[in-house]
């Protein structure tokens, strides 16, 4: 089984993100899967593939539990406490100055996962 299949589960469940290509097709030799998040199609492939790597450079694995990898995708909720609830924890939401409530998450992977609310920004004085 891919790393990949796993991470696809993961975000299905946990982020409630609606299946286009379910990870069953990982077991007649697809190599990736889909999931939608609004008007963004989130794909999941294996770390090494012999048909990008030579295009894209290799992925960089991180070394230790002290490194991350250089992504980061954000998740926007109506209600940020309530999912974050459900990841493992990174730090707790909290409301930022430019007016979204965000939280820190990690999937699986290790990869850094913000949960955030809409943007409201401040009202002027």
């Not at 998740?75 to 990174?90: E, G, I, L």
Request: with cysteine; glycine share 6%.
């Amino acid at each position: 089984m891919f790393v990949a299949s796993k991470s696809h589960r993961y975000y299905k469940c946990i982020y409630s993100l609606k299946n286009i290509m379910g990870c069953e097709l990982f077991n007649f030799g697809y190599r990736w899967a889909e999931l939608e998040s609004g008007q963004t199609t989130i794909a999941f492939t294996p770390k090494y593939q012999h048909e990008t790597d030579k295009l894209t450079g290799a992925v960089q694995v991180p070394r230790s539990d002290r490194e991350r990898p250089p992504i980061e995708l954000c998740f926007v909720y109506s209600h940020v406490d309530t999912a974050y609830k459900r990841a493992v924890a990174v730090s707790q939401p909290e409301n930022k100055e430019w007016g979204q409530r965000v939280g820190y998450v990690r999937d699986i992977d290790g990869i850094t996962v913000r949960m955030g609310s809409h943007v409201h920004p401040p009202k002027q004085a």
